[in-house]
DNA sequence: ATTTAGCACTCAAAGAAGGAGAGTGCTAAC
DNA sequence: GTTAGCACTCTCCTTCTTTGAGTGCTAAAT
């Protein structure tokens, strides 16, 4: 069977109605509403090919047709039309990041909260990946009796802290040694490239600490390996409530569950971006939980390299143009912000 | 109407049956499983009067009867009897903590976790509060042309840093000075100690720096005042879905936005804790979404002071007896742990 | 004076029966 | 190819009935 313009048309009147009401669609519907031209009779006969073909299905004979997930994917990619976004939309947007570009968590914790808020659904982000982290500095500091800080600066500008344990007797310039000795021989490295040889001529240099030492390297690595990995931030979870879809406790509580599985989420938004927005539908997210979801992703920039990923989760019956329209904005303003934070 | 033994026993029964079937309770299964030595009959009558009392109520008539709150409240006040807790739950407790005495958030962190785990209800805990934080030392260390950090330590041991942005000419000289006279200034004061006097001095010994110096004088203000403010812990939220009485989504979605409300759950948790453990039980929570809902709280110390509460809230169904030994005992546990991490 | 057996009564929950209504598929006429 | 007409299907809603658990009351037993 053929697809052609009148099929397309009622297709696309079907899913609009559907992710309008949530409710089946009959053939009557579509020929009053979305005026065609022809009679129920008519759309009756398409919306029966439609089924055929695999676009449309019946929850049972004599109920109206909803949309399948193939019908969802052809929408999503031929008849779809970007829903115009408002000015007002983007003042908000701007507005709202504008005055927070101090800190890059804090920026991307409202990003995605803003996200959520501006569609209903359900937002992830993927903090920036700043690609291997090289250590830019690091600093020593006494706090009290046996106690001490490390500071550790990293290239992508990101500062961290982290308490370690030292003998009591240390005085100010043994601080001074360890610290001068660490950035001695660790400065500009990336986890990488340290090996073997280079903690040795640390500890070679300053054997006497070796204990203290030993916890710093850890800290350092450990510091090196986290701001590696990419912190998810999750807003909009209650949303899902608000959909009738999720009536049923057991979904909300295995898509909650999911939600709690930061590996899992990190898989779902790392696709390929190469062509911008990239549609996710139902079980295409290859995960039991999602059946019934669908998740729009994007990737956001820096210096024209991927540096994370925007996703937003609805049910199936998403508001896709809508939902796209936001996403792409909310990724432009984000990677406005970060580069205008550098 | 008076109480006696036998009343007593009937009503114990009663609410035992029900916190383990959530099944109505008639007069044949308590005569029959929990052999009173009477008839059905004489357990009507005695549940006729106990009703009467107030202290348990009937969905319909023809069904059993259920604990009303005044029901719980008796029975929590009298009839309960501590859940022996096997040392095996002591021994859990004590080996997850114990190997994680480093970062007090850390600590916290794991001990909700291991909370909610042990119960399958939901576990609050507020964040150990050190009493007014004064100031113990600040350094203000250089990251790159333009951008300097922070370090900020507290007089109860906890580290903060902060990003600051400093004018590009500032040598290594500059840093020093300006450590140096913060720390002149601040050091050893809590925020309530600071008045225009003090922060005119700091002004005047470097007015220079003026623009950084108020950045700065800032970001130590918020921290202190960041500090004194406790966080809450929250975890186990999921387990809620598992309880039959939060089969409708509404309930769950109210009670979800109200886990939002971080000022609302220290209120919730703020209680006299005196005499050890505050139960409240459904509407002594006052607050609507609570409804239904009971709250077993805590406090934990340090040299006979409150630093912070623990939480466990459950439908006003729960196993009163385990969750109080549960949450004594990991009251107990987390008090040594801080006393410990001193 | 309690306690208990007996029995009528009540009420929710579960099932059965019967429209009503929305929507379909098919056929025949346009 | 399109459409009117019509029989048919299936869910949903309402109403009615049945079932069963549990009560409350009364009168007899202890």
Redesign the interface.
């Known amino acids: 069977m053929k697809m052609d313009e009148r099929k397309r048309r009622v297709l696309l009147a079907t899913i609009l109605d559907y992710i309008a009401t949530a409710d089946p669609v009959g053939s009557r519907t579509i020929a009053r509403k979305y005026n065609l031209g022809v009679s129920p009779a008519t759309v009756r006969n398409e919306m029966s090919d439609l089924e055929e073909m695999g676009y449309l299905e019946q929850p049972h004979t004599s109920a109206g047709r909803i949309p399948s997930q193939l019908g969802y994917r052809y929408y999503v990619d031929f008849l779809m039309k970007k829903e115009p976004i408002e000015g007002e939309i983007r003042d908000i947007i701007y507005q709202t990041l504008l005055n927070r570009i ?2 890059t968590d804090e920026l991307i914790q409202l990003t995605s909260k803003l996200l959520s808020q501006l569609t209903n659904y359900t937002a992830f982000i993927l903090a920036p990946f700043c690609g291997e982290n090289t250590l ?2 690091i ?1 020593l ?1 006494p ?2 009796e046996g ?1 001490a ?1 490390v ?1 550790i ?1 990293l290239d992508s ?1 990101h ?3 982290r ?1 370690v344990e030292v003998p009591e007797y240390l005085n100010e310039g043994d601080y001074a040694a360890i610290s001068a000795i660490l950035n001695g021989h660790l400065q500009g490295l990336t986890l990488e490239q340290w090996h073997p040889g280079i903690i040795q001529a640390v500890y070679r240099d300053l054997d006497r600490q070796r204990e203290t030492l030993k916890q710093i390297i850890e800290v350092i690595e450990q510091s090196l390996d986290y701001e590696h990995e990419q912190k998810v931030f999750l807003k909009g979870t ?1 949303n899902i ?1 608000d959909q009738p879809e ?2 049923q ?1 057991e979904r ?2 295995a898509l ?2 999911l939600f ?1 599985e930061e590996e899992t989420i990190k898989n779902l938004l790392h696709c390929d971006h190469e062509n911008g927005i990239v549609i996710k539908i139902g079980t295409e997210n290859r995960h039991e939980s999602m059946k019934g979801c669908s998740l729009v992703t994007a990737a956001y920039h820096r210096q024209g390299k991927v540096i994370g990923n925007i996703g937003l989760l609805g049910p199936t019956r998403m508001e896709y143009s809508r939902a796209v329209s936001i996403v792409e904005l909310v990724t432009y303003a984000l990677t406005d912000m970060l580069e205008k934070m550098r």
Chains 1, 2 share one sequence.
Do not use: A, T
């Open positions: 101090r800190e830019r500095h600093k500091l706090i009290e106690k800080v500071i600066v500008g500062v961290e802290h308490i209650l409530l999720f009536k406790i909300v509580k909650f569950e709690e």
